[in-house]
């Protein structure tokens, strides 16, 4: 059994920073692909950001230059520096990961975390 875990959301004012933070444990073989997302109320879940097993990112243009993804393969974690944070970045911020385990057989699984609440304030 395979979990992702969000940390660091919270409420912060416009202009300021967060860091969030996405561990995964269990049978974990090898982990791919790692990558968040984002929902605000009333819109679609987005991709942000992402960063491949050998380190390349991709960023939303609307995050580009404020959110920095990176990746400690050691601790299974993605991180999620935003700065510069605007209200407009108010979402539920959820983290997913290809995930393959000893019992996957070498195929890799797309997993979720819960997510993590980041409110910006005017």
């Known amino acids: 059994q395979v979990q992702l875990v969000e940390s660091g959301g919270g409420l912060v004012q416009a202009g300021g920073s967060l860091r969030l933070s996405c561990a995964a444990s269990?049978?974990?073989?090898?982990?791919?692909?790692m990558a968040w997302y984002r929902q605000a109320p009333g819109k679609q879940r987005e991709l942000i950001a992402e960063i491949t097993s050998g380190g390349s990112t991709t960023y939303a243009d609307s995050v580009k230059g404020r959110f920095t993804i990176s990746r400690d393969n050691g601790k299974n974690t993605v991180y999620l520096q935003m700065n510069s944070l605007k209200p407009e970045d108010t979402a539920v911020y959820y983290c997913n990961a290809d995930i393959a385990t000893y019992r996957s057989g070498g195929n890799f699984i797309r997993y979720w975390g819960q997510g993590t609440q980041v409110t910006v304030s005017s």
């Open positions: 269990g049978s974990i073989f090898s982990i791919n692909r």
